[in-house]
Antibody
Framework: QVQLVQSGAEVKKPGSSVRVSCRTS????????VAWLRQAPGQGLEWMGK????????DKAHKFQGRVTFTADKSTSTAYMDLSSLTSADTAVYYC???????????WGQGSPVIVSS | EIVLTQSPDTVSLSPGEGATLSCRAS???????VAWYQQKPGQTPRLLIY???NRATGIPDRFSGSGSGTDFTLTISRVEPEDFAVYYC????????FGQGTKVEMK
């Protein structure tokens, strides 16, 4: 049973950074592509990028270039998303998901709310 | 970037009625690389359809997907009470983008 379990809610000040973790189980971490997506309140879904843990490289949506970093710890089967220079526009629920080799998302974490407020 | 536009924004139905949800792409989506997701309030999105017409594991056969090129459709043959939710299409031919969603609400 594939599972992705994310870290809890965060409240951050504008200009600061946030780290969200995503612990995986139920399949070899070496077979994963971990994607990161977000959903602002009342809005749709937005793909931020992905990481391939076995090689430690991935891809980022153009919008987040220079502001987001994806890493993975193979020893704990955990992926991380770091987002810097936060503004109120970054207030959202952040999801990790398993991205298939084709590019759709078959298993999702439960979501991590991030609130950016002064 | 491929922009996906879903219609309608909201559809009101009674249980047992059929639903047809549309997803139009700003340019052709190669290899029919379109997926559909269902999201209920406060819940995580759930994969319904991938490859435009393939049902994901455990998805009831009242859900079906079709289409090619720039026009894709999700059909719910007979809406059940648990189907009231927001539905999103996604393309994965060029990066990954989502439509804005269609809300299926109870009439």
């Amino acid at each position: 049973q594939v599972q992705l379990v994310q870290s809890g809610a965060e409240v951050k000040k504008p200009g600061s950074s946030v780290r969200v973790s995503c612990r995986t189980s139920g399949a070899s971490f070496n077979t994963y592509i971990v994607a990161w997506l977000r959903q602002a309140p009342g809005q749709g879904l937005e793909w931020m990028g992905k990481i391939v843990p076995i090689v430690g490289v991935g891809d980022k949506a153009h919008k987040f270039q220079g502001r987001v970093t994806f890493t993975a710890d193979k020893s704990t089967s955990t992926a991380y998303m770091d987002l810097s220079s936060l503004t109120s526009a970054d207030t959202a629920v952040y999801y990790c998901a398993r991205e298939t080799s084709q590019g759709y998302f078959d298993f999702w974490g439960q979501g991590s709310p991030v609130i950016v407020s002064s | 970037e491929i922009v996906l536009t879903q219609s309608p924004d909201t559809v009101s139905l009674s249980p047992g009625e059929g639903a047809t949800l549309s997803c139009r792409a700003s340019q052709s989506v190669s290899s029919r690389w379109v997926a559909w997701y269902q999201q209920k309030p406060g819940q995580t999105p759930r994969l319904l359809i991938y490859g435009a017409s393939n049902r994901a594991t455990g998805i009831p056969d009242r859900f079906s997907g079709s289409g090619s090129g720039t026009d894709f459709t999700l059909t719910i043959s007979r809406v059940e009470p648990e189907d009231f939710a927001v539905y999103y299409c996604q393309q994965y031919a060029a990066s990954r983008t989502f439509g804005q969603g269609t809300k299926v609400e109870m009439k």
